[in-house]
Nanobody, 115 residues
Framework: QVQFVESGGDLVQPGGSLRISCVTSGFTFSIYYMRWYRQAPGKERELVAGISTGGGNTFYADSVRGRFDISRDNAKNMVYLQMNSLKPEDTAIYYC????????WGQGTRVTVSS
């Protein structure tokens, strides 16, 4: 069945960097556009970044553009999010999914930005 396993979340100080990962299984990863989402406490889940099948086209929310970098490895069925210049407002649980989205979601990985 479809699975997403996110990892790499941590507590980091403002201005710091973190790389989170998502390994997928159960669907043909290489033919799907992939996205990272996040959900902060008390807020709706929001789209953060997206990447095309070959990695040549990317999308970023205004709030993270210039600070975050999405990438993928089709041989490993993985998608990554490099996060730089982190701010307290980046604190959230981060999830990956395909586009169109699969019905299943992973548990996410928690990123906390705090001094």
């Amino acid at each position: 069945q479809v699975q997403f396993v996110e990892s790499g979340g941590d507590l980091v100080q403002p201005g710091g960097s973190l790389r989170i990962s998502c390994v997928t299984s159960g669907f043909t990863f290489s033919i799907y556009y992939m996205r990272w989402y996040r959900q902060a406490p008390g807020k709706e889940r929001e789209l953060v970044a997206g990447i095309s099948t070959g990695g040549g086209n990317t999308f970023y929310a205004d709030s993270v553009r210039g600070r975050f970098d999405i990438s993928r490895d089709n041989a490993k069925n993985m998608v990554y999010l490099q996060m730089n210049s982190l701010k307290p407002e980046d604190t959230a649980i981060y999830y990956c999914n395909s586009a169109p989205a699969q019905e299943t979601w992973g548990q996410g990985t928690r990123v906390t930005v705090s001094s």
